[in-house]
Protein backbone atom coordinates (compact mmCIF):
# COMPACT_ATOMS: atom_id res chain seq x y z
CA UNK A 1 0.00 0.00 0.00
CA UNK A 2 1.83 3.28 -1.00
CA UNK A 3 2.02 5.86 2.01
CA UNK A 4 -0.39 8.67 1.00
CA UNK A 5 2.17 11.18 2.06
CA UNK A 6 4.47 10.12 -0.55
CA UNK A 7 5.61 12.24 -3.48
CA UNK A 8 7.41 10.55 -6.98
CA UNK A 9 9.52 12.22 -9.05
CA UNK A 10 11.62 10.85 -11.98
CA UNK A 11 15.30 9.72 -11.53
CA UNK A 12 17.27 12.13 -12.68
CA UNK A 13 19.39 10.67 -15.81
CA UNK A 14 17.15 7.38 -15.92
CA UNK A 15 13.81 9.92 -16.24
CA UNK A 16 11.92 7.50 -18.69
CA UNK A 17 12.86 4.24 -16.61
CA UNK A 18 12.54 5.34 -12.68
CA UNK A 19 11.27 7.58 -10.16
CA UNK A 20 12.27 7.99 -6.62
CA UNK A 21 10.39 9.17 -3.81
CA UNK A 22 10.39 12.06 -0.73
CA UNK A 23 10.52 8.81 1.63
CA UNK A 24 13.94 7.04 0.34
CA UNK A 25 11.96 4.86 -2.10
CA UNK A 26 12.85 4.00 -5.78
CA UNK A 27 10.53 2.37 -8.14
CA UNK A 28 10.50 1.41 -11.62
CA UNK A 29 8.00 2.82 -14.36
CA UNK A 30 5.56 -0.41 -14.03
CA UNK A 31 5.64 0.29 -9.82
CA UNK A 32 7.71 -2.00 -8.39
CA UNK A 33 9.59 -0.74 -5.80
CA UNK A 34 13.27 -1.98 -5.54
CA UNK A 35 15.17 -3.54 -3.05
CA UNK A 36 17.71 -1.57 -2.13
CA UNK A 37 21.60 -3.18 -1.35
CA UNK A 38 24.28 -1.52 1.27
CA UNK A 39 26.92 -0.15 -0.42
CA UNK A 40 30.56 -0.55 0.80
CA UNK A 41 30.59 2.88 2.85
CA UNK A 42 27.70 1.69 4.31
CA UNK A 43 25.46 4.01 1.96
CA UNK A 44 21.94 2.02 0.33
CA UNK A 45 23.07 1.52 -3.60
CA UNK A 46 19.73 0.64 -6.24
CA UNK A 47 21.08 -1.03 -9.53
CA UNK A 48 19.36 0.92 -12.36
CA UNK A 49 19.02 -0.38 -15.63
CA UNK A 50 19.79 1.34 -18.97
CA UNK A 51 20.06 -0.58 -22.18
CA UNK A 52 21.40 -3.97 -20.65
CA UNK A 53 23.47 -1.66 -18.31
CA UNK A 54 23.63 -1.46 -14.63
CA UNK A 55 24.46 1.73 -12.66
CA UNK A 56 24.46 1.92 -8.85
CA UNK A 57 23.07 4.95 -7.45
CA UNK A 58 23.56 6.16 -3.58
CA UNK A 59 19.91 6.29 -2.59
CA UNK A 60 20.10 9.44 -0.57
CA UNK A 61 21.67 11.22 -3.74
CA UNK A 62 19.33 10.61 -5.97
CA UNK A 63 16.37 12.11 -3.26
CA UNK A 64 18.59 15.30 -2.92
CA UNK A 65 18.77 15.53 -6.81
CA UNK A 66 15.05 14.95 -6.90
CA UNK A 67 13.64 17.18 -4.40
CA UNK A 68 16.26 19.54 -2.80
CA UNK A 69 18.01 22.76 -4.37
CA UNK A 70 21.44 22.35 -5.02
CA UNK A 71 22.87 25.56 -3.93
CA UNK A 72 26.38 26.97 -5.06
CA UNK A 73 29.38 24.98 -4.11
CA UNK A 74 27.50 22.45 -2.33
CA UNK A 75 27.50 19.00 -3.79
CA UNK A 76 27.13 16.48 -0.79
CA UNK A 77 24.30 15.01 0.61
CA UNK A 78 24.88 15.10 4.39
CA UNK A 79 22.64 12.74 6.42
CA UNK A 80 21.17 15.28 9.34
CA UNK A 81 21.02 12.32 12.22
CA UNK A 82 23.99 10.43 10.83
CA UNK A 83 21.98 7.37 9.72
CA UNK A 84 23.19 6.43 6.61
CA UNK A 85 19.67 4.15 5.85
CA UNK A 86 17.44 7.34 6.44
CA UNK A 87 17.15 8.59 2.99
CA UNK A 88 13.75 10.69 3.74
CA UNK A 89 14.21 14.13 2.28
CA UNK A 90 13.55 15.75 5.54
CA UNK A 91 16.97 13.99 7.26
CA UNK A 92 19.15 15.52 4.07
CA UNK A 93 20.99 18.78 3.06
CA UNK A 94 23.16 19.99 0.48
CA UNK A 95 26.54 20.39 1.99
CA UNK A 96 30.31 21.15 1.11
CA UNK A 97 33.05 18.25 1.45
CA UNK A 98 34.27 20.06 4.93
CA UNK A 99 30.32 20.50 6.05
CA UNK A 100 29.71 16.78 5.60
CA UNK A 101 33.37 15.78 6.97
CA UNK A 102 32.43 17.71 10.15
CA UNK A 103 29.14 17.43 10.02
CA UNK A 104 28.00 15.62 14.17
CA UNK A 105 29.84 12.80 15.81
CA UNK A 106 31.97 11.83 12.64
CA UNK A 107 34.85 13.51 12.79
CA UNK A 108 35.32 12.96 16.84
CA UNK A 109 34.64 9.28 15.97
CA UNK A 110 37.64 9.20 12.93
CA UNK A 111 40.14 11.23 15.72
CA UNK A 112 39.15 8.65 18.52
CA UNK A 113 40.41 5.85 16.15
CA UNK A 114 43.70 7.76 15.98
CA UNK A 115 44.00 8.36 19.04
CA UNK A 116 43.25 4.87 20.32
CA UNK A 117 46.26 3.02 21.42
CA UNK A 118 47.43 0.51 19.20
CA UNK A 119 50.15 -2.48 19.14
CA UNK A 120 52.44 -4.51 16.94
CA UNK A 121 53.44 -8.26 16.82
CA UNK A 122 55.63 -9.73 14.27
CA UNK A 123 54.21 -12.32 11.72
CA UNK A 124 54.79 -15.28 14.59
CA UNK A 125 52.72 -13.41 16.87
CA UNK A 126 55.81 -12.01 18.97
CA UNK A 127 54.78 -8.66 20.69
CA UNK A 128 56.80 -5.60 19.56
CA UNK A 129 55.91 -2.13 20.58
CA UNK A 130 52.64 -0.67 22.08
CA UNK A 131 52.02 2.69 20.87
CA UNK A 132 49.69 5.95 22.33
CA UNK A 133 47.87 6.15 18.77
CA UNK A 134 48.70 5.48 14.98
CA UNK A 135 49.64 8.75 14.77
CA UNK A 136 52.88 8.35 17.24
CA UNK A 137 53.14 4.66 15.51
CA UNK A 138 53.54 6.72 11.86
CA UNK A 139 55.87 9.00 13.43
CA UNK A 140 57.95 6.54 14.93
CA UNK A 141 58.02 4.17 12.14
CA UNK A 142 58.38 6.85 9.55
CA UNK A 143 55.42 6.36 7.55
CA UNK A 144 52.21 7.79 7.15
CA UNK A 145 49.60 7.48 9.90
CA UNK A 146 47.24 5.92 7.12
CA UNK A 147 49.56 3.16 6.15
CA UNK A 148 49.59 2.07 10.11
CA UNK A 149 45.25 2.55 10.24
CA UNK A 150 45.51 0.20 7.27
CA UNK A 151 47.00 -2.17 8.84
CA UNK A 152 45.13 -1.87 12.20
CA UNK A 153 41.27 -1.54 10.50
CA UNK A 154 42.35 -4.74 8.37
CA UNK A 155 42.69 -3.00 4.31
CA UNK A 156 46.56 -4.24 4.58
CA UNK A 157 47.85 -7.29 6.31
CA UNK A 158 50.90 -5.85 7.42
CA UNK A 159 52.76 -2.58 7.86
CA UNK A 160 56.58 -2.25 7.56
CA UNK A 161 55.90 -6.01 8.17
CA UNK A 162 53.85 -6.35 11.38
CA UNK A 163 50.99 -6.94 12.27
CA UNK A 164 48.24 -4.41 13.97
CA UNK A 165 45.59 -4.41 16.72
CA UNK A 166 44.18 -2.04 18.81
CA UNK A 167 44.52 -2.30 22.42
Known amino acids: MEN ?36 KKGYLIVGLHDNCVVKYRYIHRLVGEAFLEMPDFKCEINHIDEDKSNNRVDNLEWTT ?49 TSVWAAVSGKSKTCKGMIWRYD
Not at 16 to 36: A, D, F, I, Q, W
Not at 97 to 114: A, E, F, P
Open 97 to 145: RVQNVNHGTGRSRHDMKLFKPVSCFLPDGTFVKRYASITEAGRDLGVLK
Open 4 to 39: VNEQWRPVKGFESLYEVSNLGNVRNMRGKVLSPKVG
